[in-house]
């Protein structure tokens, strides 16, 4: 239990005892912390282990291929952490982002899972609470209170490249290419360019209709672009990116197309490569080597907080 609190407007952070009588219940208090694990028995790997501070928790994290200060620099995996302080009501929240890199050194003798070490490259307090960080195009892009950034980690350092005012709590962020969908806790999704040359994130269209929204992901089917979201209704929704249609009001508004109840909360999205063999028909020739690109689509896999696993696959209409 703990026994202190923050004042209203403590920049300091400093705590103040609270004096009271043996039977007033203290709340309770849950440390967090970051730890490193081996593939084989998932046993915490000797020396790795990071303990936040007091009321500080992970929001988000990432493994992150980065880019250097060069465009053409090769890229380098990073393991990137977003946190928030939650310290009562009374303090502005606060968080971080951590750099971290996995390093593989000398294992001692008497412990044999020690061979890699946590090595911490960057951490500092940013303006607000970082509620979600993700890549894009060699970049990390965060959720910062209200805003998203876009940053370039240059000499163990972020610099800032872009940035875009957004509405009331981003928790998901999608990325594939330079395109970023982003998801709102109530105002639903948006869908944003980030433009690499000029350092520019634009937004190219929105759901306008509220939508306590779980998760987020991209759908692929053939040269098709669809996006999923899960809601707090229980529902899968497809939405679609159609300037042409009279509904999108010119393309600022994403098409609503097709949803399903599936009865259970999705928090999880996974998406990869469909795999088809046919033998009798193709020999040993994987087939997905043969489709057209209009032929070639991605299974979604979602993860549902009743703990079932299901996947997504766009099929075509004749099919269907």
């Given at each position: 239990?703990?026994?202190?609190?923050?004042?209203?407007?403590?920049?300091?952070?400093?705590?103040m005892n609270i004096e009271e009588d043996d039977n007033f219940p203290y709340p309770s208090l849950n440390w967090y912390s970051i730890c490193l694990y081996t593939r084989e028995g998932w046993e915490v790997i000797p020396g790795t282990k990071i303990d936040l501070p007091k009321y500080e928790r992970v929001t988000s994290m990432k493994y992150m291929n980065l880019s250097g200060e060069q465009m053409g620099e090769q890229k380098k995996g990073y393991v990137v952490v977003g946190t928030m302080s939650s310290m009562g009501e009374e303090v502005s929240a606060r968080g971080k982002i951590m750099i971290f890199d996995v390093m593989?050194?000398?294992?001692?003798?008497?412990?044999?899972?020690?061979?890699?070490?946590?090595?911490?490259?960057?951490?500092?307090?940013?303006?607000?609470?970082?509620?979600?960080?993700?890549?894009?195009?060699?970049h990390i892009i965060s959720a910062i209170g209200q805003k998203l950034y876009v940053w370039s980690f240059i000499h163990n350092d972020l610099v800032?490249?872009?940035?875009?005012?957004?509405?009331?709590?981003?928790?998901?962020?999608?990325?594939?290419?330079?395109f970023v969908l982003y998801a709102d806790i109530t105002k639903s999704i948006s869908l944003l360019n980030f433009d690499r040359e000029c350092k520019t994130l634009s937004v190219i269209s929105r759901?306008?209709?509220?939508?306590?929204?779980?998760?987020?992901a991209f759908v692929v089917d053939g040269t098709n672009l669809g996006f999923?979201?899960?809601?707090?209704?229980?529902?899968?929704v497809i939405y679609i990116y159609q300037p042409e249609s009279v509904d999108s009001q010119g393309g600022m508004k994403l098409i609503r197309k097709s949803d399903?109840?599936?009865?259970?909360?999705?928090?999880?999205?996974?998406?990869?490569g469909t795999r088809i063999h046919d033998g009798s028909i193709l020999g040993t020739t994987p087939a997905s080597s043969l489709l057209h690109p209009s032929e070639k689509r991605h299974v979604t896999w979602f993860g549902t907080l009743d703990g079932a696993i299901g996947s997504f696959l766009p099929l075509a209409e004749k099919r269907y």
């Open positions: 239990g703990i026994n202190a609190e923050y004042g209203r407007n403590n920049l300091d952070k400093e705590e593989e050194v000398v294992p001692d003798p008497e412990k044999p899972l020690s061979g890699y070490k946590f090595k911490c490259l960057y951490d500092k307090e940013q303006k607000g609470p970082v509620t979600e960080v993700a890549c894009i195009l060699g800032g490249v872009a940035f875009i005012d957004t509405q009331i709590y981003i928790h998901s962020i999608s990325v594939v290419k330079n759901d306008f209709e509220p939508m306590e929204v779980y998760r987020t999923l979201v899960s809601d707090s209704n229980c529902n899968l399903i109840n599936i009865g259970a909360h999705v928090n999880a999205f996974v998406r990869t």
